[in-house]
């Protein structure tokens, strides 16, 4: 069973009158489902408890109409018609022997109210936070009772619910409470404002109204946040730790972090693991109560490790939880060879801000426990005996040949090139990208214990190889490759410049045309050790974190980078995934020069055109090559073959033949994982509904 190294992990701890079962805790995180989808968020959690966590947290809880937090989908109790959504949750984590958690909240002005259309609340008057065209008014005295009567109903509501733990939340820049010690937002004169006790008042006061109303019954915890990275205008370590002795014993628990989230949950490109530790390791010194924290912990030894040194007592969790609901069951049986580790991606954190139910790159599973009746551990068995032949070895490739192995098929993975991982390989090589290669290596080790899943390396095929495999079902993930003609969301021709538009009218231009612009590179020349020289124009059309990654390396080679974008800010996507404001300080460290709003019009040998995308002003920039981040083509020949030879399948002893991932549809490495994973989960199952999942269906109220 486990290594006795590992025993402490499994010890009981008391949150005032509640036993944690062990030391791992799921700490509050968003899912994009919450209040809306209760069964889908309750199916989530109950995963996890059974996956052995001992505490389980819902995310922020919305307590009253005026912290409203439209558009995001988070957990709300704001009358007691909404206990029975929770109460759901509460029982199946109850009956895998974890405790329920609910982190109640009011956002203040960091809410929206888009949907009760009542009026932002907040310490002073002030903007609200997120670019509404509103304000926020201040809060007078009868304010301050009614919130502090709103926080104590929602907590008794959160008791009936059987919420084991009720939070006080003080951190993310997203509560009230946490507004109340910001020198920014509280510019109070009265008792709430000024010096730091004062500011601290509310907060005390939000702590002891909880105990006395719940806490005969369920623990009280508090989240709060030590530094928020933004000098005196946030709360900052020399001033936390000042909070933290006022404070010390009244809660039961204190779950501690850093703010504001995009420095909680920081990708792994920016941060390891554990990286939070010299912002909260004082707390545990100033306080008898068990402490909480979190810093993406992947492996048991760095957990022991905390627990050890007095950092923590309990491992909290948000990411590595999702990446693998089982992790403690796991390191409790001994298999830690089979733990999936979190890769920091944050599309975990883009569900949450893309208004949509939470997915995993590592975790197919994650999201799809109740809508697809998903599990990250079983899978149902194979319905007949079928030889399987998977083409290309990527993500989409792996995850298929492992999940197809796991049902019982007789699996043959067929890979071009003589290593596994596709474009999580040559990606992890990139800078910041080494935790990529977590989604090879894991479904690598799980496909070498499977005695009915070969894998043949240095193995290109061709539609006659496939038709003499003698496999019933064919599935095609050769992935994609990188366009370097232009072509994508601002050039729906291609750049005439390299070869774009005009190569369909006038291939002799288009070749003289080529011949006379800068070097054109793309990722896929980077991956295979080809590098420009000189100064580089990395033209992003693609919004994602390539062009960003792209940048670094070729500035760690020495090149001058200037980095330009048809959009109006750099990396569109890292706003939901966390990854914008650490992008762009990696950017400015390393010296490399945006241009956002302008497209690429016309490259000539030694020098390039860009053009404002609003003004049409252009800009002529020298530079000695261009490499491209627009559009991907599938490679999808193969599959393309195949179809054209359909009529041969029959004698071949061919069924089905499915094309998949990247060779379909480039996109992210989380839409190639699901993709070989659905069609693992799929392979000889009739299809009842177009739908091919459930929805939760509401119906009118008396």
């Known amino acids: 069973m486990r290594d006795p190294r590992y025993d402490v992990l499994f010890t009981?701890?008391?949150?005032?009158?509640?036993?944690?079962?062990?030391?791992?805790?799921?700490?509050?995180?968003?899912?994009?489902?919450?209040?809306?989808?209760?069964?889908?968020?309750?199916a989530m959690r109950e995963v996890k408890a059974e996956g052995g966590w001992a505490v389980i947290s819902t995310e922020e809880c919305e307590i009253h109409p005026s912290g409203d937090l439209t558009p995001f989908v988070e957990a709300r109790l704001w009358d007691d018609r909404d206990i029975p959504a929770l109460a759901l949750m509460a029982d199946k984590v109850h009956a895998h022997g974890a405790l329920a958690a609910i982190e109640l909240t009011h956002n203040g002005p960091t809410a929206s109210n888009l949907f009760s259309r009542e009026v932002l609340i907040a310490p002073s008057h002030q903007?609200?936070?997120?670019?509404?065209?509103?304000?926020?008014?201040?809060?007078d005295k009868a304010d301050i009772r009614d919130y502090r009567r709103w926080h104590r109903e929602a907590a008794v509501r959160a008791m009936r619910a059987g919420m084991d733990v009720v939070y006080v939340y003080a951190a993310h820049d997203l509560s009230l409470a946490m507004h109340f010690l910001q020198r920014r937002r509280n510019h109070r004169t009265d008792e709430y404002g000024g010096s730091l006790e004062n500011r601290v008042r509310l907060l005390r006061e939000l702590l002891e109204d909880t105990r006395e109303a719940v806490g005969h019954r369920c623990g009280v915890a508090l989240r709060f946040a030590t530094e928020e990275m933004l000098g005196p205008e946030g709360v900052e370590l020399a001033e936390a730790r000042d909070i933290v002795a006022m404070l010390a014993e009244l809660p039961d628990l204190w779950d501690v972090n850093v703010a504001a989230w995009y420095n909680d949950s920081v990708p792994s490109r920016f941060?390891?693991?554990?990286?939070?530790?010299?912002?909260?390791?004082f707390v545990k010194r100033t306080t008898s109560k068990p402490v909480v924290g979190v810093g993406r912990f992947t492996s048991p030894d760095t957990m022991v490790s905390q627990i050890r040194r007095g950092i923590v007592d309990f491992i909290g969790a948000a990411r590595p939880s999702i990446a693998d609901p089982f992790l403690p069951k796991k390191i409790e049986e001994g298999r830690l060879d089979d733990l999936r580790e979190c890769i920091g991606c944050n599309v975990c954190v883009s569900g949450d801000n893309t208004i949509s139910p939470i997915r995993c790159t590592q975790n197919p599973s994650m999201g799809e426990e109740w809508r697809k009746g998903w599990h990250p551990e079983r899978i149902a068995p194979k319905h007949r005996e079928a030889r399987?032949?998977?083409v290309g070895g990527g993500p989409a490739g792996l995850e298929a040949a492992r999940a197809l192995g796991q049902r019982g098929y007789d699996v043959s993975l067929a890979e071009a090139r003589r290593e596994l991982g596709g474009r999580v390989t040559r990606e992890a090589r990139l800078p910041g990208l080494a935790e990529w290669s977590r989604v090879r290596d894991w479904r690598l080790g799980q496909i070498r214990k499977m005695?009915?899943?070969?894998?043949?390396?240095?193995?290109?095929?061709?539609?006659?190889?496939?038709?003499?495999?003698?496999?019933?079902?064919?599935?095609?993930a050769t992935g994609c490759h990188w366009r370097r003609d232009g072509y994508g969301r601002s050039n729906g021709l291609g750049i005439a410049a390299l070869g774009g538009a005009i190569s369909v009218a006038d291939p002799v231009a288009a070749k003289l045309a080529v011949s006379a612009h800068p070097p054109v590179f793309t990722l896929d020349d980077l991956m295979d050790g080809r590098w420009p020289e000189g100064r580089v124009l990395v033209f992003d059309d693609d919004y994602g974190y390539y062009a960003g990654v792209a940048a670094e390396a070729l500035r760690a080679r020495g090149n001058p980078v200037v980095l330009a974008t048809p959009d109006d800010v750099v990396g569109a996507w890292g706003g939901h995934t966390l990854e914008y404001r650490h992008v762009r300080k990696r950017l400015a460290a390393l010296d490399v020069a945006t241009r956002v709003s302008v497209n690429l019009v016309a490259a000539e040998s030694g020098r390039v055109t860009l053009e404002d995308v609003w003004t049409g002003r252009q800009e002529h920039l020298a530079c000695g090559a261009v490499l491209l981040v627009t559009a991907r083509s599938p490679e999808d020949a193969l599959y393309l073959a195949l179809r054209e030879r359909e009529s041969e399948w029959r004698d071949a002893g061919i069924v089905t033949v499915d094309c998949i991932g990247d060779a379909q549809a480039p996109g992210m490495i989380v839409h190639a994982v699901y993709a070989g994973h659905r069609h693992a989960q799929e392979l000889g199952a009739p299809r009842e509904s177009e739908v091919a999942f459930r929805r939760h269906f509401h119906h009118d109220q008396a």
């Open 12 to 42: 009981p701890m008391a949150i005032g009158p509640v036993v944690a079962k062990n030391r791992f805790f799921q700490v509050p995180h968003c899912n994009g489902m919450g209040h809306a989808m209760p069964l889908a968020h309750a």
């Open 127 to 139: 903007p609200s936070k997120y670019g509404y065209p509103t304000q926020a008014r201040a809060m």
């Open 271 to 281: 941060a390891g693991e554990g990286a939070q530790e010299p912002f909260v390791d």
């Open 388 to 390: 399987v032949l998977v």
């Open 451 to 476: 005695p009915n899943v070969a894998t043949y390396l240095d193995s290109p095929m061709t539609a006659q190889d496939v038709l003499d495999f003698g496999a019933e079902h064919v599935v095609i």
